[in-house]
């Protein structure tokens, strides 16, 4: 595709790969432009390279500033648009997966062998879920990769590790809800029809709080000397903790946690995902480009 490539004036893309063809193609290159994948605080989301693109479109001033902090690129070359993958969505509307009206919880552990909580407590938070059957629902929509390897290889940290099954007994839980590659993991429909949060260091937690609500991340890590708010910006959106017993004591008072950190919620979400109703990321990234071609505005509808 290297001729359908050098002759536009703009390539859009979410990933490095296709460095390899402004790399191949040099003067006769189009313009890079990237929009980030997710909006998370790992540092895995400001690799380097991301320097060769031209542009960035990003969900909010977080990740420009964080951008910046990385030495990646210069605020000049930054444009705030939003979060796209709300274009997609209505957020009036919320499915629901259960046929009771008790307190819905969403499992969304991370698929690497290091920072994920599934390999040492996965099954743990879903026994606490079957032994309150009669209290709580949960859906247990981990990120989609988890499940498409039994084996994962951590390159950031050099771990590797055999992902654990589901016991079979919670696949046939009434008040559990499991989806391990179905299409409710890439809609928002989980993250929309729950009450409260629980995960470890996926960004998706972002896509959870557009209505707020409880969030409890679990550090595998066990860093106290360094302090757990200090790894990640978004643990600051609920309560951290270390394992299923820490868990098991806080669910009881999910309404509170959620009351207690809502002012942190609303700043954090602001920071990073620059949320505008009636304004979509779509029509912000279109006018960005054309400011940035230097070509005229987008006429009124």
Known sequence: NEELFSGVDILVSTDLTTQRVKQRLGAR???FVYVPHGSGDRNVAYHPDLAR???????????????VRHGITEA???RIIGYPKF???DPSRVKRFFNNDLPVFIYNPHFDPRLSSWYEMGNQVLEYFFQNRDKYNLIFAPHVMLFRKKIHYSLEYRTLKRRPEINEKYLKASNIHIDVD??????MSYTMSANAYIGDVS?????????????????PLGM??????ERYEFWRNGEVLHDPADLAARIPHWQESAATHLAEQDRLFAYTMDYQPGRTASQRGAEALIDYLGLAPIPPA
């Open 203 to 219: 960004s998706q937690v972002y896509e959870f709080l557009l209505h707020r609500g409880a969030c409890y991340f679990f550090d």
């Open 224 to 229: 106290p000397a360094h302090g757990p708010l």
């Open 53 to 67: 693109f031209d542009l960035m479109l990003l969900s909010g001033p977080k990740l420009v500033d964080e951008m």
């Open 87 to 89: 274009d997609t969505i």
């Open 29 to 31: 290159a189009p313009r």
């Open 76 to 78: 000049a070359k930054c």
């Open 182 to 187: 179905g299409p409710n993991l890439f809609d």
